[in-house]
């Protein structure tokens, strides 16, 4: 069965939003603001009232499978109109009415994440991070810095796996110090050769590996940090306004990629310990993860999907601290149209200069 939870203005009905700026629900008609927290307590009390609540969560089971497609197939109870979604769609906008819509059956059994890091940036931050982030690359096609096209990005809540473990280490470095002198003769050098080794134990908490296979790992990896202090229990309400995708890779899956991050962060620690040396290479190690446990979250995140000359660029930023990353092609064409412009203006000089000196 296919649920669909619309989030409703108590005052004039229509389709409430979480507004990143003042960290409320707000209705973009009537302006209302609504708190969180309160919102339980008004469904409490519209459901004592008589007749139908005017507030109040709508949902409709649709349940139909678009074969071949896959795809389901979702209807919305504000307009009637058909919603499609793939098998990771959380949450999203009616594409008719423009009224948020969260897909409720991604979150049964046992599908419901831990936390959510609510949006603190909006659509114009992350704009305005796009357009800098575009700033002063002369190279750059037509097509990434067209005004329609930008306004093409979105906010999306990325599914995260968030690891705790202890990280028991025995590391083991050669390393080797060199001295110089001379005397009438000769010039010296000595170099002395070390054994060192190190040993101890990192406590890892929440670390945090995408569970989206849409979402490549070293782009999500490199928009971090996320401030987890600043996670609440999940609401469907953090979701109105924006996309949501649930996870498609398990914590299972994910815990690869999590030990690999644990591996490399407690090497490169040990290894800022081994000072002094003007050589030091990593000679053994010996790394035993305990007290593994894992919790399930969704972070914010705005993205921008182009494709150029059949490629495919992906640009995200931190919906919660403003970092921006994503690479970016360059339009050949203008190059040769830029060189060819100054081979051009720099002839001309030289030809004027010739001239000149012919006139002398």
């Not at 203005?9 to 409320?24: A, M, N, S, V």
């Not at 307590?41 to 071949?68: C, L, M, N, P, Y």
């Not at 010296?188 to 995408?210: C, K, L, M, N, Q």
């Not at 290479?281 to 894992?294: E, F, K, M, N, Q």
Request: proline share 4%; glycine share 8%.
């Amino acid at each position: 069965m296919s649920d669909i939870q619309e989030h409703k203005c108590p005052c004039c009905g229509g389709g409430i939003h979480f507004d990143t700026g003042i960290q409320k629900l707000k209705c973009p008609y009537c302006e209302t603001e609504f708190d969180i927290d309160a919102i339980e307590a008004i469904k409490t009390e519209a459901a004592t009232e008589a007749g139908e609540s005017r507030f109040h969560w709508d949902k409709v089971t649709s349940g139909q499978w678009a074969e071949g497609e896959q795809l389901y197939a979702y209807s919305c109870t504000s307009c009637g109109a058909q919603i499609m979604a793939d098998a990771t769609l959380a949450a999203t906008k009616c594409p008719y009415c423009d009224n948020p819509v969260v897909m409720t059956d991604r979150f049964d059994k046992g599908l419901k994440p831990d936390y959510v890091i609510p949006f603190k940036l909006d659509k114009k931050a992350a704009i305005a991070g796009l357009q800098n982030h575009l700033k002063g690359k002369t190279l750059l096609p037509k097509v990434f810095k067209d005004q329609n096209h930008i306004e093409e990005i979105k906010g999306l809540y990325v599914p995260f796996w968030l690891y705790d473990t202890n990280a028991d280490a025995d590391i083991n470095y050669r390393a080797t110090r060199t001295r110089a002198w001379s005397d009438s003769e000769y010039d010296y050098i000595e170099t002395s050769h070390y054994s060192i080794y190190r040993a101890g134990t990192i406590d890892f908490e929440t670390i945090p590996v995408d569970g989206s296979s849409k979402m490549p790992d070293d782009l999500m990896e490199s928009i971090e940090p996320f401030d987890f202090s600043q996670a609440v229990p999940f609401r469907t309400e953090y979701l109105a306004g924006f996309l949501a995708d649930r996870y498609d890779v398990d914590a299972e899956a994910s815990e690869g990629r999590a030990n690999e991050r644990v591996q490399r962060s407690v090497e490169e620690e040990f290894a800022g310990t081994v000072v002094g040396y003007e050589t030091v290479i990593p000679a053994g190690s010996d790394i035993r993860l305990t007290g593994g446990s894992v919790k399930y979250a969704l972070y914010p995140v705005w993205i921008l999907s182009t494709k150029w000359k059949d490629q495919n660029f992906l640009f995200a930023m931190n919906g919660q601290t403003g970092k921006f990353v994503g690479d970016l092609p360059k339009d050949t064409g203008k190059a040769v149209g830029i060189f060819a412009g100054v081979f051009a203006v720099a002839a001309a000089i030289a030809f004027a200069a010739q001239y000149i000196f012919w006139l002398i």
